[in-house]
T-cell receptor, first 116, second 117 residues
């Protein structure tokens, strides 16, 4: 059973370009979470999605950031018109649907985005 | 909202010695989990240990154990017989429990642990 797969591992974008980060959850997992880790900081929650639904986006910046988890395919975190401050490691985690009582979250290895 | 505080940015311990990492948290919730995650240079987030708030007994996993003081909202991690492979960033994290709340985690800022010869 493969773990949470994120790609690419490293992504370099020029200011103003778009960044697309992909996350394939573990098999059987229907919940996906995105976190951002700025340099020398802890992970900060961005968004929680289930298939075709955004459940909690309280940590998402209001502009330029969006996320989706379609019925088929990976979850995508999209950052439009990137700026240097978007440079960070972006982590995806997934969990099964167990009704909410401690569904353990499994993390991918992250995508390091560098904006030049 | 929950907050998690790790007041030790860096710590160092000699191989085979014991080290304790501190964590405090603030919440008004009564049902929650607490976690310690390890992040080595590979960047992979590895779950080290978890503690259910409703359990009085402190969790242990081999060389790792916690001291959970619910009233004081304190959750420290003790690493015994430290090994070079324990060198990593360690993050304390909080998760609220309840139907439909899923696995949203609140992390502290981390403690960088260096194990030396």
């Amino acid at each position: 059973n493969a773990g949470v797969m994120q790609n690419p591992r490293h992504l370099v974008r020029r200011r103003g370009q778009e960044a697309r980060l992909r996350c394939s959850p573990m098999k059987g997992h229907s919940h996906v979470y995105w976190y951002r880790q700025l340099p020398e900081e802890g992970l900060k929650f961005m968004v929680y999605l289930q298939k075709e639904n955004i459940i909690d986006e309280s940590g998402m910046p209001k502009e330029r950031f969006s996320a989706e988890f379609p019925k088929e395919g990976p979850s995508i975190l999209r950052i439009q018109q990137v700026v240097r401050g978007d440079s960070a490691a972006y982590f995806c985690a997934s969990s099964p649907n167990t009704g909410g009582w401690y569904p353990e979250a499994f993390f991918g290895q992250g995508t390091r985005l560098t904006v030049v | 909202a929950q907050t998690v505080t790790q007041s030790q940015p860096e710590m160092s311990v000699q191989e085979a010695e014991t080290v304790t990492l501190s964590c405090t948290y603030d919440t008004s919730e009564s049902n929650y989990y607490l976690f310690w995650y390890k992040q080595p240079p590979s960047r992979q987030m590895i779950l080290v240990i978890r503690q259910e708030a409703y359990k009085q007994q402190n969790a242990t996993e081999n060389r790792f154990s916690v001291n959970f003081q619910k009233a004081a909202k304190s959750f420290s991690l003790k690493i015994s017989d430290s090994q070079l492979g324990d060198t990593a960033m360690y993050f304390c994290a909080f998760m609220k429990l309840g139907w439909g709340t899923a696995s949203k985690l609140t992390f502290g800022t981390g403690t960088r642990l260096q194990v030396t010869l």
